[in-house]
């Protein structure tokens, strides 16, 4: 399991087995699942996690269960990639959530999920089922799309052994999302429509480091694309350009 501490680990060890204990389809643990997932006796997963809480890394929600804390949250802000990825498309989302009134994000893969970095809302009335630092599934969102179109083959080969059909119009065919994922190659950008939410779509392009690799996904959430899906798709491009270039510099 995520956090089985080994026989006769450290204190340390031991803590790390409770905090490892959360993934993404283990965002709320109660004590007997936090104990079985650590590897650790009740008891001990108990002072282990009220300690982990005093400081803030653990949150205890009013039904008992134990999520993970604000305070890890704002370390894991700190790691180098992210940082360094936000600080500089903060301007050029700022601009492209002005210039399109839409709902901005910022994603990266985090192995077969999508990891939202940054979410900017946008004016509209759009349901949005983001979260900044929540994870999606790559297949049923824009910045997935493009995020998976450029994945290694062995990443392409596990999301589409195992589509979940979220919504009635999420694409569960592996053949069809293999075309779809062709096209967002050939056109430069991704698209969905209530594939992740009924009532909006998604609309993403890549965003390239200093070796030309793409490195995030650049999207906004609408109502409907229509006919503003090339106005969007150009807004996008030129934000995705711009943060490119500035993460080279």
Do not use: C
């Amino acid at each position: 399991m995520a956090g089985r501490s080994a026989p006769g680990a450290s204190l340390v060890d031991r803590t790390l087995g409770v905090l490892g204990a959360f993934d993404p389809e283990h965002r709320v643990l109660r004590l007997a699942d936090l104990a079985a997932r650590s590897g650790l006796a009740p008891s001990t997963t108990l002072r282990i996690a009220r300690r982990l809480q005093a400081g803030g890394f653990l949150a205890r929600r009013a039904d008992g269960a134990y999520v993970v804390g604000r305070r890890t949250w704002d370390l894991g802000l700190l790691a180098p990639v992210q940082t360094d990825l936000r600080d500089v498309a903060a301007p050029f989302l700022h601009d492209l959530q002005a210039a399109t009134r839409a709902t901005v994000h910022l994603a990266e893969r985090d192995g077969d999920r999508v990891l939202y970095l940054d979410r900017l809302q946008g004016s509209t009335s759009v349901p949005v089922v983001s979260r900044v630092g929540g994870r999606l599934p790559l297949h049923t969102t824009g910045v997935g799309k493009v995020l998976l179109a450029h994945a290694p083959a062995d990443v392409v080969a596990q999301v589409l052994a195992g589509l979940d059909r979220v919504t009635p119009y999420s694409i569960t065919s592996p053949g069809l999302l293999r075309r779809q994922l062709a096209q967002v190659r050939r056109e430069g950008f991704a698209s969905t429509a209530g594939e992740m939410d009924v009532g909006n779509a998604s609309v993403a392009v890549p965003v390239r480091g200093a070796d030309g690799q793409v490195v995030a996904a650049l999207g906004l959430v609408v109502a409907t694309l229509g006919r503003d899906r090339q106005r969007l798709v150009a807004a996008l491009t030129v934000a995705a350009a711009g943060i490119g270039r500035a993460l080279r510099t």
